[in-house]
């Protein structure tokens, strides 16, 4: 720690950081533009000007920029210097001389980190008297709205979407006054990571277009800290809402976990909660029903049948135990495909069972080597392609730490990094979008990516199992891999279920397992199916298909179905074979899919907008997300499996009133969940006066009038049982606990920037920690190898082996609800190797019928250059495809 | 070419200039002792050529005036290749052509030159960043390479020494901001052409990320003279305390605009007169830029200032490139520097704000004045600039200079301006 006296005042403060976030981790108000915590400074804006003195004989001093000096000892600055306050409220009235004055029709508007800089610099006189320059506007696509003429220049839309996030297809152009932000030409954004330009932007250049649809004022919404619900990472979201729809998706910072950033898929896959698709009243044999008399009716069914429950890997850890208390443990299933369980099964074992520790995304970000075996992370874990995409710089850096210039300085160190990049191996079944980056690409059938693997694991540890026939090139890139990772500081190896395969994991934990045992900072990094896989795995349960055996056998004849659409972990066959055996069928769940159809009780479940609950992510952590409004009929499907429970006189349930019950319950009941209750503050947690955590801003408008059209006195607020929050704006405007952050507020800072104020230090973990619990770490029980190399991929004259690929917009069951995010999903079609192709007289586009797994599918080839010959890739989860037990053999049979 | 000067002056850089015009060919320039120094100087260590430059006090004749030999020092010796050698050939400060005759008349003497800064510095790759509409100099420059390659002068192993050095030539797209040595780079790698942040200086991450010194076309044509005739000559070749020669131009109402080869630190007052000719009859010299557009007047009672740097900077202004332009009485002080700050408006690279903004504000305020729109709070506004777009609070040099002819405009000719805005109307 060093000392720096601001404005005459000593302070301690860490050295290696530059002023502009010294003075922010102080407190003090400090104006910027360009520079952001997690993309650095370039001292491009000239915005968070201060003084700087020789010594304390100094009294003239000289402006410097604060976001381009470092911290030294014994340093003496002024922010309160006359002419450095001038100057700051100079570049602000240069920023205004183009900025239109549309405050009131922007979009941006009271969340603007423009209009706050403007206050703070109290800039209030326009002296420029000429003509604004403008600008055409791009249509960007379905996410995006595009405003140029309000663009302040700041260059970090750029920095972000190509320099952080590796997009190509949004730039700088033009030059003095008339710099312009934009594609080359009108056209859907790329990147898988656009949505960040709304909150990256500091004015309204960049706004969302879905919020768009429907718009808000971010202060006239009311908001809850929730989890994403798209993916097994557990990114933290604010989700915002008013006149009882969902109207967006914010980032919320989570140190370990998302930093300052999600993906598309999370921030616009939302639209689900407002479809006309929701089930929003219990229904029986089609017909809307009464909540308590639907409640009794079923409670009185299970009691006379043989009822079994089927779980999710989408439902909260609540919603599963309630369903697995409800209808016993030894009728409990889990509702994932025998494959996906035993993936899931195996992928679990390895994290919780295994030697080597999974590492935060955070922590993946400074990874130093990376092998990623079977998964195409932009397209099942976005956020963790990502941070990959930032661990490449980490050896680099090194070239920047030795001319000491330090790494947030991002302008210089970004022209002394160039294009060198730190070691990254991608071997995946097709191209992924990561491969531009990567040191080595290996295209295989997952075989052969496991063998691939086995041989790397090998050659860093001799007692990890040999293999046999490798081919040369697959031998050198072993080497060259194994090296790679032998020689760096903290290697990640990153893995998942994706592919399908249970060898590409072992081989994953094996290349771990050995590095482990010469480098203590290894990491291993697991991608799962669903946003709660990985809790509902450790929670346990039978396998769906002794589910199915059940009904069949007649043991079983009620089912109750947790937020699961079962034609996706079943084929139709099946699944059909058994809805139509089971006597009555009772379908918890909030949208409507091919299962709620043949439900003769439909129960409305509510989304995560609507309910609490817990899941838990693909490192292990635990977290609460919290309901963000009331909707009439809507309840967490615990909240109806316990009403249920209670009424059919289950002792276990019936003294379960509201979360922290279930919590307690939960703890004191399944080991691998002791302590789980600890994860969010209880119900009765009240702030330091004695009041709730409100959910709106103190600004929230409307509240008298907005259902005056229905009475006209004010309906009471819904109370909540279950958090110490309030739905109003009632409650103490002061920080909350990190787990409890409605949205970022801040005196002065009416946008996200205020986030600032909530970490102990600019970029670091929230004030308090950042929320979550890891529910385990890798103990170690399991240490010996995995052994069963698998056999050389061998194609089949005339078949083709059916791996999937996936989509970041299509193969994700809820986003894909969404219109939006609808409008990015892609046709299916069958992904065949040119060779393959040729050998069939196949061309790009011909329709073909392609026999898998006992079903047939009419789908267009697309041809691909990278994929293995013998293998077919198969679109997960894109319309008309429905649930397909891969990798198994097809055929194709042509529609010439 | 104007040559008016006294045989008894030594001009090393320009003797050997053909009337003509038509670059010296290889054999010509070796005829005239063309590639001597190359020969003498590979006799030399690194180290021992960087004291000889060192010990000439050469300074950048780019503008900035820096020392040659100590700019070389920050370059590290023992680093891994490659390093990188760059002419700034980018010659584009209005009222500027002295670079211009060397780059078309005498390319051998710039690729010897650029050879000895190489070697001194071990950098085997060397580019020459040439402005894009010099489209003789291009000619001239490439056939040059082609002869100097065919001679063993450059490629591998030269002259048998056991160096490498190869040669590009690299012309830009016409922007202003190339000229400045970090943008240079970045539009060199083919990046947008913004200045990059320092530290690091370009001599410990250049070019790709890699050492790199960027020198100009006059200050690298010194050099084989140096090499040649010792430090001690070059720095008595001098009037005053800064050493050699210096490429002199004048340009406005004179009678004889032109560039001239003269002993560093003659005075404005002789180049305007003895080798200008004088004002054109009926024009009075009202003032001066010495340097290009963005070094501050100089007027009447600044004319026997020495023109080296440190005594046109005592003066409050800078030499700069050293060419003169001229403001008569029948120009519009106005006029004129609105004509500058409508340059320096469109060239600004539009990376930080006050130079982006600030410019067109400056620019757009002029013009107002000069079409008698202007009102009197706009010269505060302008002072408001001249202070706010001063050094270290934009990203790079370019805004101050801008501001440079303004403030000293403002200064002593304030009346005009104030004239302007009184009657509404241009007087001139």
């Known amino acids: 720690m060093v000392t720096i006296y601001i404005d005459h005042k000593p302070y301690t403060v860490n050295p290696g950081k530059n002023l502009l976030e010294t003075c922010l981790t102080l407190g003090f108000d400090l104006p910027y533009f360009c520079w952001h915590p997690a993309l650095g400074s370039v001292g491009a804006c000239r915005q968070c000007a201060i003084k700087m003195f020789r010594d304390g004989d100094d009294k003239q001093g000289r402006l410097v920029m604060s976001c381009m000096e470092p911290v030294a000892n014994n340093q003496r600055i002024s922010i309160m210097d006359p002419m450095a306050v001038d100057f700051r409220e100079g570049v602000i009235e240069w920023l205004m001389t183009n900025h239109p004055h549309d405050c009131a029709v922007c979009d941006e508007g009271g969340s603007c980190h423009l209009q706050d800089m403007t206050v703070m610099t109290g800039h209030a006189y326009r002296r420029f008297t000429f003509k604004k320059r403008t600008h055409v506007n791009q249509d960007l696509g379905p996410f995006i709205n595009h405003e140029m003429n309000r663009c302040i220049q700041c260059y970090r839309c750029v920095r972000f979407y190509k320099d952080y996030a590796g997009g190509e297809d949004l730039d700088v152009f033009a030059s003095k006054s008339n710099v312009y932000f934009g594609r080359s030409e009108p056209g859907i954004l790329e990147s898988e990571f656009s949505g960040n330009l709304s909150e990256v932007c500091p004015t309204g250049v960049f706004t969302d277009k879905t919020l768009k649809q429907h718009y808000t004022r971010k202060w006239d919404l009311t908001m809850a800290p929730t989890i994403c619900q798209h993916c097994s990472l557990g990114c933290n979201i604010i989700a915002g809402e008013r006149y009882g729809d969902l109207r967006m998706i914010a980032n919320r910072y989570h140190g370990e976990i998302n930093g300052y950033f999600i993906c598309d898929r999370g921030r616009f896959g939302y639209e689900f909660v407002n479809s006309p698709n929701r089930i929003l009243q219990p229904q029986h044999m089609g017909q809307p029903i009464d909540s308590d008399k639907a409640i009794n009716e079923i409670s009185e069914l299970i009691k006379q049948s043989n009822v079994i429950g089927i779980g999710s890997p989408r439902a909260s850890l609540e919603s599963n135990y309630a369903l697995k208390k409800l209808v016993g443990d030894s009728n409990f299933y889990k509702g994932v495909s025998k494959q996906e369980q035993a993936l899931t099964e195996l992928a679990v074992s390895i994290l919780k069972e295994g030697t080597v520790r999974t590492p935060s995304m955070k922590e993946t970000e400074k990874a130093d080597a990376v092998f990623i075996l079977g998964e195409d992370l932009t397209n099942t874990a976005p956020m963790l392609a990502l941070a990959v995409r930032q661990s490449v710089k980490q050896q680099p850096m090194q070239e920047v730490n030795k001319l000491a210039v330090p790494e947030w300085n991002d302008a210089a160190a970004r022209e002394i990094i160039q294009d060198k ?476 | 070419m104007e040559r008016g000067w006294g045989e008894v002056m030594e001009r090393p850089l320009t003797q050997h200039i053909r009337k003509d015009g038509r670059p010296l060919t290889l054999k010509e320039y070796e005829a005239v002792g063309g590639y001597q120094a190359l020969r003498k100087m590979l006799k030399l260590t690194p180290k021992e050529v960087q004291t000889l430059v060192k010990d000439s006090n050469l300074r950048g004749r780019g503008g900035a005036g820096f020392s040659t030999g100590l700019k070389w020092s920050f370059v590290p010796l023992d680093t891994p290749k490659p390093k990188y050698l760059i002419t700034n050939a980018d010659e584009m400060e209005p009222g500027t052509f002295k670079d211009r005759i060397l780059l078309e008349s005498t390319p051998h003497q710039l690729i010897e030159g650029m050879i000895i800064a190489a070697y001194a510095i071990q950098a085997n790759i060397s580019y020459v960043y040439l402005r894009w509409a010099y489209k003789t100099a291009a000619q001239a420059i490439l056939s040059a390479i082609d002869e100097a390659m065919a001679k063993g002068y450059l490629g591998n192993n030269i002259l048998g020494s056991g160096y490498d050095l190869e040669m590009h030539l690299h012309t830009g797209v016409g922007r202003y901001m190339c000229g400045e040595e970090t943008a240079l780079l970045n539009s060199l790698e083919g990046k947008r052409a913004t200045p990059r942040a320092k530290p690091p200086f370009p001599q410990v991450s250049g070019l790709y990320g890699r050492p790199t010194i960027v020198n100009n076309v006059e200050t690298l044509c010194c050099l084989p003279h140096i090499v040649n005739k010792g430090a001690e000559w070059f720095q008595k070749l001098s009037l005053t305390g800064d050493a050699g020669t210096k490429l002199y131009g004048v340009s406005g109402k004179v009678k004889k605009p032109g560039a001239w080869e003269l002993p560093m630190g003659v005075t404005l007052r002789e180049l305007i007169e003895e080798h200008a000719g004088g004002m054109q009859d009926g024009f009075k010299f009202r003032g001066a830029l010495p340097g290009g557009a963005s070094t501050d007047f100089l007027v009447e009672e600044h004319l026997d200032v020495k023109m080296d740097y440190t005594s046109v900077a005592a003066a409050g202004s800078r030499l700069g490139t050293g060419t003169v332009v001229i403001l008569d009485d029948k120009t519009c002080p106005v006029g004129f520097v609105e004509n500058l700050e409508h340059f320096f408006a469109q060239e600004s690279c539009g990376f930080c704000t006050p130079c982006r903004e600030g410019l067109p504000w400056v620019e757009k305020i002029l013009s107002a004045i000069d079409s008698g729109e202007g009102k009197i709070n706009d010269l505060k506004l302008l002072e408001h600039h001249t202070k706010f777009l001063g050094p270290g609070n934009t990203f790079c040099a370019f805004a101050p200079g801008a501001m440079e002819p303004l403030q000293s405009a403002l200064k002593y000719f304030r009346a005009d301006f104030e004239k302007h805005i009184h009657e509404h109307r241009c007087p001139y």
Request: aromatic share 8%.
């Open chain 1, 421 to 896: 990049k730190g070691p990254l191996f991608v071997a995946t079944v097709a191209e992924t979008k990561l491969d531009t980056i990567a040191s080595k690409t290996f295209r295989a059938a997952p075989q052969d990516i496991a063998r691939l693997g086995f041989a790397v694991a090998n050659l860093i540890d001799s007692s990890a199992p040999n293999l046999s026939n490798l081919s040369e090139e697959e031998k050198t890139l072993a080497e060259l891999i194994a090296k790679s990772l032998l020689a760096s500081e903290r290697p990640v190896i990153i893995s998942g279920t994706s592919c399908q395969s249970d060898s590409v994991l072992k081989a994953a934990a094996n290349v771990a397992s050995a590095l482990q045992k010469r480098n203590k900072n290894t990491g291993i990094v697991l991608t799962l199916p669903e946003c709660n896989s990985v809790g509902l795995s450790v929670m346990g349960g039978l396998a769906l298909h002794d589910a199915f055996e059940k009904v069949k056998n007649s043991k079983a004849d009620a089912v109750i179905i947790l937020e699961n659409d079962l034609y996706r972990h079943g084929s139709a066959k099946v699944v059909d074979a058994f809805l139509s055996k089971c006597k009555s069928v009772i379908v918890i769940d909030h949208s409507q899919h091919a299962t709620t159809t043949k439900g003769q009780w439909l129960i409305p479940a509510g989304t995560f907008a609507e309910a609490d609950g817990t899941l838990v992510n693909n490192e292990g952590r635990a977290q609460r997300f919290f309901q963000v409004y009331e909707k009439a009929n809507v309840k967490e499907s615990w909240r109806w499996l316990s009403s249920i429970g209670s009424a059919a006189g289950n002792a276990i349930m019936q003294p379960w009133k509201n979360f922290d019950s279930i919590t307690a319950a939960l703890s004191q009941e399944e080991k691998n969940f002791n302590g789980i209750e600890k994860v969010s503050l209880s119900a009765d947690f009240r702030m330091h006066d004695g009041q709730r955590v409100p959910r709106e801003p103190h600004r929230y408008s409307g509240r008298t009038s907005m259902l005056a059209n229905v009475a006209v006195s004010e309906p009471k607020p819904p109370e909540d049982l279950d958090s110490g929050m309030s739905y109003t704006m009632e409650g103490t405007r002061a920080l909350p606990p990190s787990s409890m952050i409605p949205f970022f507020w801040s005196p002065g800072w009416n946008s996200v920037q205020s986030v600032n104020k909530y970490q102990e230090e600019v970029g670091a973990a929230l004030r308090g920690g950042d929320p979550g619990i890891r529910l385990f770490e890798a103990s170690g029980k399991q240490s010996s190898y995995f052994t069963n190399v698998p056999e050389k991929f061998k194609p089949v004259e005339n078949k083709l082996w059916g791996v999937p690929i996936h989509h970041i917009f299509g193969s994700e069951e809820l986003s894909a609800k969404g219109a939006a995010v609808s409008n990015r999903v892609p046709l299916p079609y069958l992904l065949l190797s040119k060779e393959d192709a040729a050998k069939l007289k196949l061309t790009e586009g011909e329709a073909i019928e392609f026999e898998i797994d006992e079903q047939g599918f009419k789908l267009p080839v697309k041809l691909c250059a990278t994929i293995s010959t013998g293998v077919a890739g198969l679109p997960v989860g894109l319309p008309g495809l429905s649930f397909i037990e891969l990798s198994s053999w097809g055929v194709i049979r042509s529609l010439k």
